[in-house]
Structure formats: structure tokens, C-alpha cells
């Protein structure tokens, strides 16, 4: 099983960035749950959003309003569509599903 994280780059305060997570190996459509991390410099890994087949989707706090986690099944991949970036949400952005991890893919914001 792998998940290959993509979409991450610099942009502006304010502008958007659709990560990927793209599964071989397994139908995400058998995954419960499925969920975005990020970390920031310095700082502990943190949820950020999570879809799942039982409960629906929730998000952090600090993302709601302008994050959209999806699944799509088609394509096994998983999408975190981030609207209206802030400083704050710099750092790597990891998938995630019990045991597995995909590898980061960086996100930057500037002023």
C-alpha cells in the first residue's frame, strides 16, 4: 500500500492549493477513515480534516469554512481543497489511514 501526496507550493495569503492523495494498493473505498495532517515548523503534527464512510467529515478549528476534504473514489484519491490560505497553515501536509502514512508534500504561505 502507498499514498502519494501531491499539490503542495508556495503561494499568497489568500490563494488556494488542491492537495492530492492518491492510494495504490488498496480501494480507498474500503477505508473508513481518511484523513489530512499537517505539521509546521517546530510544531507537533495536527489534524486537519478527515472524511469518514461512518461519520461524515470534521475539521480542525482553525481550517473550517475554507478547507473541503473528498474522497474520489474513480480515481482512489483523496482531495484537501484549501481556500483562502493564511500564513499559519504553512507546513507539510501528510494523508492519512490506520498504519499508513503518504510522505508530506509541502505547503508554503507568504504575505
Known amino acids: 500500500v502507498q499514498l502519494q501526496a501531491s499539490g503542495g507550493g508556495s503561494v499568497q495569503a489568500g490563494e488556494s492549493l488542491r492537495l492530492s492523495c492518491t492510494v495504490s494498493g488498496i480501494r480507498i473505498n474500503t477505508i473508513a477513515s481518511i484523513a489530512w495532517y499537517r505539521q509546521a515548523p517546530g510544531k507537533q503534527r495536527e489534524l486537519v480534516a478527515r472524511?469518514?464512510?461512518?461519520?461524515?467529515?470534521n475539521y480542525a478549528d482553525s481550517v473550517k469554512g475554507r478547507f473541503t476534504i473528498s474522497r474520489d473514489t474513480g480515481a482512489n484519491t483523496v482531495y484537501l481543497q484549501m481556500n483562502g490560505l493564511k500564513l499559519e497553515d504553512t507546513g507539510v501536509y501528510y494523508c492519512n489511514f490506520p498504519n499508513y502514512w503518504g510522505q508530506g508534500t509541502l505547503v508554503t504561505v507568504s504575505s
Open positions: 472524511t469518514s464512510i461512518f461519520y461524515g467529515t
